[in-house]
């Protein structure tokens, strides 16, 4: 077992709250209310080297419509990555200001103006783009989900797009039935890890695929990946093996199978779906192109479909969307969803974009403000 605490879905400063925890990053100088600390970038690069820090004052008035919202934590994703390094449309030009990234995030509603929500109130972004990185964000009413605040702050940061897209890929593509069976890459990852525990709850056999790593961090991910409920948790370097043939030698062929990695390992399970499966593209975290013999698709029938967030965003009803967030909050609060981050504060903020690219079993999470209380 790995020197950290295995109980804990939060790794954060101890300063935030009396929680046993495991890191002592901490921040004892925040500004306070008067002035924005917020994080930006000029130039695409990597964000490590190109991004930056800086104080400025606040403003005393926001515009008509939109709410003043204290932020308290925000994730840091792989869109949010791509985005700064160039990769996605919004990159950097000469003529642009500095850009502020995030796109998901939770605070606490400082200043509701004309809007339905109260002063105290715990929100969300409904859309991205909000540049969520910085102490406090002003948006209008519509951009903002109302959250419940009696959840960790870290864990309601991330309850958004990775549980939506969970969700919706096992619902949308494939009618599943108990003791069915789903195949996915990226396992240690947020979607991966609330695929597993949706999954569980509706009598389906997940197989989690996931990286190789060092073998005491390897055995401590795959400990945690069947404790939250996955029937098997294996490393993509052995899904060719025969001790894996044995393992699923007992199981019906998968219906469907989630990649989000791309590459050979969107191959290897598309390889394993039974006759007429359906493998569902989310993301594409190693740029690298799926390419599957065309025997799969004459012979099992094998169809390819892609879900993408933002699209959903676009077409779904802010009942559904409200309604979902509800709903996943519920369950962490009932213990029965759980989402494995780890906390940063946001002048260390080197610290987990470094650490980013060497694991993934947790997701680093931005601490905005020490104290999640209003001042």
Known sequence: MLARQAASLVFRPSAFCGAALITSRQYCNQKNDRWYRELFYTQNGKPSEVLEIRDTPSQNKHADGHVKVKMLNAPITL?????????????????????????????????????????GD????????????????????SDLIKIRNDIQPEIASCLFVSPVTAKRVLED???LKEGDVVIQNGGSG???????????????????????????????????????????????DQIHTPRFR???SDLPEPKLAIDCSGGSSATNIARLLGEGGTMVSIS?????????PTGMFISKDIKLKTFNFENWLGKTTEEERDGLVHDFSALVA????????????????????????LRWDRKPVFTLHNDPELE
């Open 79 to 119: 869109n949010d990555i791509w985005k700064i390094e160039g990769k996605l449309a919004t990159g950097v030009n000469a003529s642009s200001e500095p850009l502020i990234p995030g796109d998901e995030g939770v605070g606490i509603v400082e200043e509701p103006g004309n809007s339905n929500f109260k002063r």
């Open 122 to 141: 715990w929100v969300i972004p409904a859309r991205s783009g909000l540049g969520t990185w910085r102490s406090f964000i002003s948006a209008k009413s």
């Open 173 to 175: 593509f494939v009618q």
């Open 190 to 236: 947020l979607v991966g890890q609330t695929v597993v525990q949706l999954a569980h709850m509706m009598g389906v056999k997940v197989i989690s695929v996931m990286r190789q790593r060092g073998e005491e961090e390897y055995g401590y991910i795959v400990e945690r990946t069947k404790k939250d409920g996955a029937y098997i948790a294996i490393a993509d």
């Open 246 to 248: 044995d393992l699923i």
């Open 284 to 292: 594409n975290a190693s740029r690298d192109p799926v390419l599957l």
């Open 334 to 357: 009932q213990k029965k969803l759980k989402l494995w981050v780890e906390a940063f504060e946001m002048w260390d903020y080197r610290t987990p974009l470094t650490e980013m690219t």
